[in-house]
């Protein structure tokens, strides 16, 4: 089941781009800009079509998202169907199509979570308490320590911890990661019995915890252990009825405010010289490759949401003033035609290229980081 979810979740996360560049195109079409060719991935060509509206539809090798290609998109081209020659209230608002494309992806997928089963990642994260009721409250193991008891029995990443207790004595059940340390304390030393489960099967193992003076011994050097050697995490799910459309668009406001802080920490982080702790701020590709995988072990409501929370990061860096991006060709038009002259069709094609290398570059310098901290 988890092969399937993380399938899935590849599949939505190339739509989030796909669905991005069909805001282009409806509004370009709309507004009288003939567009040339709409692309799924980016080439090499695997197959294309001439339609009957006259664009080519493309099937692309690299499964990266898609594009579409307008006819005369410099600024200074000024042909009939140029994108270049529409107004500056077309040419804005066909920039801007692709962010409310994804802003409209994430309040639908959303609302659909908060209506399903809402994962909860934030200790205040927003919701409507009285149409709130917690559907699902799991412990997730988050970290295994190499040669400890935990270890030994095999528990992995993401197991669902249920009791733990002596031989054959009373098992205590755990109801929240608080409790992983009080009972694990509670029976220092002794053999005990760790029930857990992974997707729908269902583990008793034993096992014997470490002692209390092997623990506090650990805590006064570099190497702290715990006494079964593991870490854990709650796991929430939150319904709502009525309230799911309040619920998407709030949790849009709060993760929208926490994306400009986390670009403001990355941006003085940058400034201050630390690099190390700006890029701690971000991931790329294979961070989230690896946030995907390691979420379908956690069930379809918590891909949706990471795949959610991509959507509206989407839409908020393509509206901010980001050379090669929508936003940065956004503001170049608006600022050149305020002035009221168009950008000359070179000095467009250096500011857009030169950002683009820049953001291929970052994306190089982000995928190194994620290998290393992966």
Request: hydrophobic share 45%; glycine share 10%.
């Amino acid at each position: 089941m988890n092969i399937y979810l993380l399938i899935l979740a590849l599949i939505l996360f190339v739509s989030l781009v796909v669905v991005h560049e069909l805001g282009h195109f409806l509004v370009a079409r709309r507004n009288g800009v003939k567009v040339l060719e709409f692309g799924i991935g980016f080439p090499p060509k695997i197959w294309s079509k001439i339609t009957k509206t006259g664009f080519i539809f493309s099937i692309n090798a690299l499964p990266l998202g898609g594009f579409v290609r307008l006819k005369g998109e410099h600024d200074g081209d000024n042909k009939e169907g140029d994108f270049g020659a529409a107004s500056t209230y077309a040419k804005s608002k066909i920039m801007v199509a692709g962010v409310l494309m994804n802003l409209l992806a994430a309040f639908v997928l959303l609302t659909i979570i908060a209506w399903v089963g809402m994962p909860k990642l934030l200790s205040n994260q927003f919701t409507v308490q009285s149409d709130t009721k917690v559907i699902a409250n799991k412990v997730l193991v988050t970290f295994i320590e190499p040669n400890s008891p935990a270890n030994s029995i095999g528990l992995k990443q993401s197991d669902q911890l249920l009791s733990i207790g002596k031989i054959n004595g009373p098992q205590k059940s755990l109801n929240g990661s608080q409790d992983l340390p009080n009972i694990t304390k509670l029976y220092a030393g002794d053999k005990v019995s760790i029930t857990y489960k992974r997707g729908s099967t269902t583990f008793v193992k034993t096992t014997t915890l470490r002692t209390k003076s092997v623990v506090v011994q650990s805590q006064k050097t570099n190497n702290p252990k715990g006494y079964v050697g593991i870490e854990a995490q709650p796991f929430v799910l939150q319904q709502s009825t009525w309230s799911a459309p309040i619920v998407a668009a709030g949790l849009i406001k709060q993760f929208t405010i926490l994306t400009f802080q986390g670009l403001w920490n990355l941006i003085s982080g940058l400034a201050a010289g630390q690099g190390s702790k700006a890029a701690a701020q971000v991931t790329g590709p294979v961070g989230i490759f690896t946030i995907l995988k390691n979420g379908s072990t956690l069930g379809y409501q918590f891909i949706l949401f990471i795949i959610a929370i991509i959507s509206l990061t989407l839409a908020i860096m393509n509206i901010l003033p980001i050379p090669a991006l929508d936003g940065g060709r956004l503001y170049l038009m608006l600022g050149s035609r305020l002035l009221g002259k168009k950008l000359n069709p070179r000095t467009e094609d250096v500011i857009n290229g030169i950002g683009f290398l820049a953001l291929m570059v970052l994306m190089v310098l982000i995928t190194i980081v994620d290998v290393k901290r992966l």
